[in-house]
């Protein structure tokens, strides 16, 4: 199976690069399972519901997010009214596993490519440098004992900020699942590789937006956050937009067989 892993997709630019590329990325390198991590898509914070059904509108599959999840407020009575329609786009959306039980979604999604082949998609929270939540490693176990037994192809979304926990995670899980990749960072890492028990590894995928500014948002308003402590709003820059991700191919038993570090810069 391959699959296309797409970094963070940060506001408008994120969005539009996603739209007007993907199918033929899709038909060009012959992809079975698009992935994309959601969290940003509003302006850089959070995802509305029109926003979801849209973006899995492109051709993705599966939305996961990360510590951005809630802040569109709208997004809890959507998910609270949807979540038990197993046929509801929202169900497709993913939040961490390691947030709390009371609150909806989950963390794990199971499917099948219009192939037929049967794939689950993994998300947990990182909690170095972040908000402390239950432990992501335990989390990651217990969403693994749920993965039905025919589905070998297996993608954890690790969301965090320090380098060296989502690494971990990456050791921890070489051998149980397909990839491990990291986001959050919005910075893309040079060190995709495969794990000596077959784990495809890249730290941080990157993020699909404008690279003209700080992680996303406009350099303006963030050199004005650093340098006069003014908390002035953030919106999402524009220029240089760039879609990143990580292409996977995976071999019958569900082991990587490659991992590529996606790049394509916008040039119009």
Known sequence: MRIFFIGDIYGQPGRRVVREHLADIVASRGVD????????AAGGFGITPALVEEILGYGIAVLTSGNHIWDKRELLPYWKLHGGDARHPVRRLLRPGNFGPELPGAGLFAGETAQGEPYAVVNVQGRVFMTPLA??????????????AECKTILVDFHAEATSEKQAMGWYLDG??????????????A?????????AFQTDVGMTGAYAGVIGSRLDEVLERMLQGYPSKLEAASGDVRLCGA???????????????????KTD
């Open 33 to 40: 399972l698009v992935v994309a991590n959601g969290e940003n």
């Open 135 to 148: 432990d992501p490693f335990r989390t990651a176990d217990a969403l693994l004992g749920q993965v039905p």
């Open 247 to 265: 292409m996977i191919d995976t071999t019958a038993d569900g082991k990587a067989a490659s991992i590529e570090r996606f790049q394509l810069k």
């Open 191 to 199: 060190d995709e590789r495969i794990l000596p028990q077959g784990t």
């Open 176 to 189: 149980r699942v397909s990839a491990v990749v990291g986001t959050h960072t919005h910075v893309p890492t």
